[in-house]
């Protein structure tokens, strides 16, 4: 019989931060990997809560050239929005997006992301074991 899996909640400040050395620490407790009995075909990974996410940074110039690309599959069906508006819009989409393209592409990619817990201040109602 297989044995349950604990899993915990990990809070991160994404105040200062940058956002790909975030997103990296974030995708790494989210598969699992630091835990000793990890495996690969198991999604075993904890739960990750992130705050702050207005307050992100971005080296160089991504901020002004950096584009996310969506695209409906009509023609003419592309919009594309800068790093710095989806900022003003909803800092916590860029946080998902890093995050979900830094995972795995496969079947255990979408469980893994349910567990992905973003805010764009430091309020939030969960219970904290592991603070980064």
């Known amino acids: 019989m297989p044995k349950a899996i604990v899993r915990k909640y990990h ?3 994404a105040q200062g931060k940058i956002l790909g050395r975030l997103s990296t620490e974030v995708a ?3 598969r699992g990997k630091n835990k ?12 990750v809560v992130v705050i702050n996410s207005d307050k992100l940074a ?14 409906s599959g009509y023609p003419g069906g592309i919009t594309s929005i800068k790093l710095k508006d989806q ?10 997006h890093s995050v979900y ?5 496969n079947k255990l990619r979408k469980p893994m992301m349910t567990r992905l817990l973003v805010y764009k201040d430091e309020k939030h109602s969960h219970k904290i074991e592991v603070i980064h």
């Open 101 to 105: 393209n830094m995972l795995a592409k």
């Open 87 to 96: 900022m003003k819009k909803d800092s916590r989409k860029v946080v998902v």
């Open 11 to 13: 809070l991160f400040n």
């Open 28 to 30: 790494l407790i989210l």
């Open 58 to 71: 971005v080296t160089g110039k991504k901020m002004e050239n950096k584009i996310y690309h969506h695209f």
């Open 36 to 47: 000793v009995d990890f495996t690969p075909n198991i999604d075993g990974g904890n739960f």
